[in-house]
């Protein structure tokens, strides 16, 4: 498997991908910072986190298969000290191969005597020991980039108001090594003002029937409406490029919530957009037609990337 990913920022080149981070492994309870002590109040925590998703099939849990969730779930047992699973929820479900560098979970821990907290949280709870620990057993496939006790009433899925995905496409003759791991390598050039064309009449309320996968049980007409407030392609500067022959693409999209494989179809309809066997107009068709054609395969998920949850 291609190593862990990058991240591309506008203006800069992405990040040189390392080794591939591994997937943390099925072990025992080890040594652990916290103390065995008996659980005191349970406590909502909030998770910031960032993974490489190409060893892991997706976010959710998952019976004899990696997962994000699992794999945080069982390290959290251990932190905890905990005989029954711990549920995780998360901002946004990731498929399989998918990364993120902004997901945001949240759990419900016992309070452990670890000690002063932060100010206004309960005294025995220290964040900082909570991600050290966790790092100690999931980095660097996983990383908890921050810890907190959650204010009353958050949830991460429901608290949430926006998703922000970011997609990434390698245009060039050829593949470059080091964006494999996190972008979709097109060989033919692509006609980005067709793209962005096409791209604009996603903004606003529309029935995404046509680019989502439809969950078992749901009926076939049943309208999936979906809000994107945002959606533009841009020519993200990299080493790559200027080495001559090949640009790299990025999709920005955020929307309230999307639904399965809706951005990674929505790249997929573009890019044909971009290969000249569609348009603008043959995109606001699709919309309005409600149906999922089989013409445009989904995008590879290894482009695609969680990069931002906003609340209220």
Known sequence: MPPRPATARRG????VPQARAQVPAEVGPGPVDL?????GPVVRWRLDLAYDGSGFR??????GVPTVAGALARALQRVARTEGPIPVTCAGRTDAGVHARAQVVHVDLPAPALGAG??????DL????????LNRQLAPAIVVRSASVAPAGFDARRSAVSRAYRYLVWNAPVPDPLLAPVAWHVEPALDLRAMAAATDVLIGEHDFR???RRAPGTGRHEPIPRVVTRAEWSVVPSAAADAGGGRLLRLDIEAGSFCHQMVRSLVGCLVDVGRGRGNAATTLSLLRAGERSSRTAPAPALGLCLVAVRYP
């Open 12 to 15: 800069t080149g992405p990040a």
């Open 35 to 39: 103390a065995e002590v008996e659980p």
């Open 58 to 63: 997706g976010f959710a849990v998952q019976d």
């Open 118 to 123: 932060p100010p206004g949280a309960p005294p």
């Open 126 to 133: 220290d964040p900082e020991r909570l991600v050290r620990s």
């Open 210 to 212: 046509a680019f989502c």
